[in-house]
């Protein structure tokens, strides 16, 4: 495997799906918050991505059986939105900004081959002391207010590291909307009550109630 390779299951049926990713970082916000979704929406899974730029071991699960890393795609039609949704095990090495890059581009290409046009990206952003709440970076000023109202904090004078960030610079080059959340957490403990405000939030942005014994 010398590049970046899809394996596609099935072709699912969406109309104009949003795309939300969420993949281990601070916290774990992310993934937390992205399981979580993948939970509410019932969402089946349809594709997988692998890439010589992940790193260099595979996960045994309970039956003893391997497999390589990967991030998973899954398929969410639903009665207000319709998703696809991106997670996954691990990320490049942050040492590695070539491969960051060009395994985000082929992702939008995928996406974007979807039918997608709104991107959601999720991650965490660590704080000294323990204050809910979620931060917002946007492609554009329309979309940070619009959040903005709806109970997010402007995320200002900072970095987004990783996918998380790179996904939604370069959709913007590509002309593409989109948002990312980021859930304050003190730690890089897996954070669940900050995914679980992430993910709560762009529910209800969304227009979807979540109840809270999900």
């Known amino acids: 495997m010398d590049a970046p390779y899809f394996i596609q299951t099935s072709k699912p049926t ?50 003893g059986i391997c497999r390589l890393p990967r991030y998973e795609f899954y398929a969410a039609p639903m009665e207000k939105n319709d998703f696809i949704i991106m997670t996954g095990d691990t990320q490049p090495s942050f040492d590695d900004v070539v ?9 939008l290409d995928f996406v974007e081959k979807q039918g997608c046009n709104f991107i959601v990206t999720i991650g965490g952003v660590p704080i000294t002391e323990e204050k809910t709440q979620v931060y917002v970076a946007a492609t554009s000023p329309r979309l940070a207010l619009e959040f903005m109202e709806k109970g997010a904090v402007i995320y200002s004078k900072g970095r987004i590291v990783g996918a998380t960030g790179l996904i939604l610079g370069l959709a913007k080059e590509r002309n593409m909307e989109g948002i990312c ?6 730690g890089f403990r897996a954070d669940r009550g900050a995914g679980f405000t992430v993910f709560k939030f762009l529910m209800k942005a969304l227009g979807n109630e979540v109840k809270e014994g999900l």
Do not use: M, W
């Open 14 to 63: 969406l109309e104009k799906p949003i795309f939300v990713q969420g993949l281990p970082g601070f916290g774990n916000v992310g993934k937390i918050a992205i399981n979580l979704l993948i939970k509410f929406c019932a969402a089946k899974p349809f594709a997988e991505l692998y890439s010589p730029s992940f790193p260099d071991y595979v996960s045994v699960n309970s039956r």
């Open 181 to 186: 959340l980021l859930g304050t957490t003190t």
């Open 99 to 107: 491969a960051h890059y060009f395994l985000c581009s082929e992702i």
